[in-house]
């Protein structure tokens, strides 16, 4: 399975734009990348889903490029509401279980 | 609808006690998932049910832990014997079939082994 490396901590302001870029140099060509969002005392929450190019939903944007290596998770003017952890996974259908890293914690500033 | 549920949401057990923690899934949802959340970090799988068979269970990390899922639906996290390591959120989660659908998951049980 692939490991995925994403930042750590980020922090933003109310109205602002936020990238999390998410590293997976080793994917798979079956394998799709998905993002989770976590709040404190919650499980974690289905964001988006993507296999390359752009995809975009009412909650965020994921950019993919061509090379698959990477990939950006596109949060638009962020509200304090948004202040979660966000977790990047690679992962091919079929294969079931969560591959979770250590996530980014973003906190979102008035 | 409803989404998937856990009890309790929080467990303090004494070290060589066992518990027991529960997990009712979405209905109607084929997959089961359990995983396991140590403070700080991301949620780790421990096993997996398709319908009633335990198709995986891999990532149990001693024969003290047991789960279940004998109907299908409600499944069962047993940890017997408890020890301190063993102090972590328990996330259930499950999803309409296998591959990249989502998972849903429950808000957790907060298990603490003094």
């Known amino acids: 399975l692939a490991k995925t490396t994403q930042p750590i901590s980020m922090d933003s302001y109310e109205g602002q734009e936020v990238n999390i870029t998410c590293s997976h140099n080793?994917?798979?060509?079956?394998?799709?990348i998905t993002w989770y969002q976590q709040f404190p005392s919650q499980g974690p929450r289905f964001i988006i889903q993507?296999?390359?190019t752009k995809v975009t939903n009412e909650v965020a944007s994921l950019f993919i490029p061509a090379d698959r290596k990477s990939s950006t998770l596109s949060l638009p003017r962020v509200s304090l509401s948004d202040t979660a952890v966000y977790y990047c996974?690679?992962?091919?259908?079929?294969?079931?279980?969560?591959?979770f890293g250590q996530g980014t914690e973003l906190s979102v500033k008035p | 609808g409803a989404g998937v549920s856990q009890s309790p949401r929080y467990k303090v057990a004494k070290r060589g006690q066992d518990v027991a923690l529960r997990c009712d899934p979405i209905?109607?949802?084929?997959?089961l998932f359990w995983y396991q959340q140590a403070l700080g970090q991301g949620p780790e799988f421990l096993t997996y049910?398709?319908?009633?068979?335990?198709?995986?269970k891999s990532g149990l990390p001693s024969d003290r832990f047991f789960a279940e899922r004998p109907e299908g639906s409600v499944s069962t996290l047993k940890i017997q014997r408890t020890q301190q390591e063993d102090s972590a959120v328990y996330l259930c989660?499950?999803?309409?079939?296998?591959?990249?659908?989502?998972?849903?998951f429950g808000p957790g049980t907060r298990l603490l082994v003094l």
């Open positions: 989660a499950s999803s309409l079939m296998t591959g990249v659908e989502t998972q849903y």
């Open positions: 080793n994917i798979a060509t079956n394998d799709y």
């Open positions: 993507g296999y390359k």
């Open positions: 996974l690679v992962g091919s259908p079929g294969k079931g279980k969560l591959i």
């Open positions: 209905s109607g949802h084929v997959s």
């Open positions: 049910f398709q319908n009633e068979a335990q198709l995986d």
